[in-house]
């Protein structure tokens, strides 16, 4: 595959449109896309719900991740929200065997996309505003890249066939492979600039539509997202209000009478304690009817 060279004064529309120029006297299908849900344009026929790209097209999915069909090859997952312009290397004959097909140029301006297709014997490319990331054959490409803030560049090569994948500048030159099984991030798109093992995954984060409700609220719960339920409290008005009505200052007691006792607070009526019946009045003894005699005897 011929080499794709940039500089700063070429953008990616302006690469594109240059190989749509070359390529479209070949009117070659490179990729086809459900219509439903994506914004299409660039050289194609709508057909029965499904558009065709012939040489070039641009792809810009909508709120969930669109899935582009590459004939004879695989398919790439374009995620959410994500643009990506399509073109073939018109460089390379057509060939009636699809291993010696010409090569798919991918241009991600944001966003993020999948690859899942077989290599052939000509290079693929992967093309960012800072970065290119060729994939070679032969192998089964397994490869997302993802750009974040910044120009930030997870690239992930993965799967049991992991092709040959190079990351270059489009400016400051040099290369760094990604190994099979490897994931790291350029940082800023450097090369220089290099975290292995990234820990975020590359490709395309879950559709809002495949997480239901009824999983995602006891999950969300279980790590603390959700607020759980008001517990019921008394304030200390309240509280100092129950006191105050619980606990009641016994009256004082009369004179000579026994003293109440109010009843401990509880959720039934208690009926009081009974009171003693009054005493009966003692009739007089011998000793108070002899201190009477002498009484009257003295005349006390």
Excluded at 78 to 90: E, M, P, R
Excluded at 251 to 263: I, L, N, W
Aim: hydrophobic share 40%; proline share 10%; glycine share 10%.
């Amino acid at each position: 595959m011929r080499a794709f060279t940039t500089g700063r004064n070429w953008t990616l529309g302006a690469i594109f449109a240059a190989a749509a120029r070359i390529a479209i006297a070949q009117n070659l299908p490179i990729a086809i896309v459900p219509v439903e849900g994506v914004k299409l344009s660039g050289g194609l026929n709508v057909a029965d719900g499904k558009a065709v790209i012939g040489a070039s097209g641009s792809i810009t999915a909508g709120d969930r991740t669109a899935v582009v069909t590459l004939p004879h090859r695989g398919n790439l997952h374009i995620c959410a929200t994500t643009k990506v312009s399509l073109s073939s290397d018109s460089s390379v004959p057509t060939a009636g065997d699809a291993a010696d097909a010409p090569g798919l140029m991918m241009g991600v301006e944001r966003g993020a996309v999948e690859a899942n297709f077989a290599t052939g014997k000509n290079s693929d490319v992967i093309l960012t505003p800072d970065l290119r990331i060729l994939i070679s054959g032969p192998g089964v490409a397994a490869v997302r890249v993802r750009l974040g803030e910044k120009g930030d560049t997870c690239v992930d090569n993965g799967g049991p066939e992991a092709p040959y994948v190079l990351v270059s500048n489009n400016f400051s030159g040099g290369a760094f492979r990604v190994q099979p099984g490897q994931r790291v991030m350029f940082e800023r798109g450097s090369l220089s600039e290099v975290v292995d093992n990234e820990p975020e995954s590359c490709g395309c984060p879950p559709d809002p539509a495949s997480v239901t409700q009824a999983n995602a609220f006891p999950e969300a719960q279980s790590a603390g997202l959700t607020p759980a339920a008001p517990a019921v409290m008394k304030t200390p008005e309240v509280a100092a209000e129950l006191s105050r009505e619980d606990v009641r200052p016994a009256a004082p007691a009369a004179e000579g009478s026994t003293p109440e006792v109010a009843p401990a607070p509880m959720s039934a009526p208690v009926a009081p304690a009974p009171q003693p019946a009054p005493a009966p009045p003692k009739n007089p003894g011998v000793f108070t009817r002899i201190g009477r005699f002498f009484q009257k005897l003295f005349g006390g």
